[in-house]
């Protein structure tokens, strides 16, 4: 099974930037993230296709958040700018998935690292 360890994370004030990577034993054609903030359920973030490099972005992320991957080191990555309080939670790199790559429905993903951004 793929394995994926998390980077990245950190606390930073609205406004900030934060850039997550993702290294993975393999890479599958399509990579993504996911987050969970505590007290609801774990959702997609964004996702990558290859080939072609198509990308995917949960509506609120969009033109803040750059998925973007290096085939060549094995690692994803999440370019994240303007973050909002809102944007706390827990990031999963994730991978395995059940269906388009668009629907972000990954069967696996990594331990996870914490974004939390404060006012």
């Known amino acids: 099974q793929v394995q994926l360890v998390e980077s990245g994370g950190g606390s930073v004030q609205a406004g900030g930037s934060l850039r997550l990577s993702c290294a993975a034993s393999?890479?599958?054609?399509?990579m993504g993230w996911l987050r969970q903030a505590p007290g609801k359920e774990r959702e997609g973030v964004a996702a990558?296709?290859?080939?072609?490099?198509?990308?995917y972005y949960k509506d609120s992320v969009k033109g803040r958040f750059t998925i973007s991957r290096d085939n060549a080191k094995n690692t994803l990555y999440l370019q994240m700018n303007s973050l909002k309080p809102e944007d706390t939670a827990m990031y999963y790199c994730?991978?395995?998935?059940?269906?388009?790559?668009?629907?972000?429905?990954?069967?696996?993903w990594g331990q996870g690292t914490q974004v939390t951004v404060s006012s």
């Open positions: 990558i296709y290859t080939p072609g490099g198509r990308t």
């Open positions: 994730a991978t395995e998935t059940r269906g388009l790559c668009s629907t972000f429905d990954f069967a696996v």
């Open positions: 393999y890479m599958n054609d399509c």
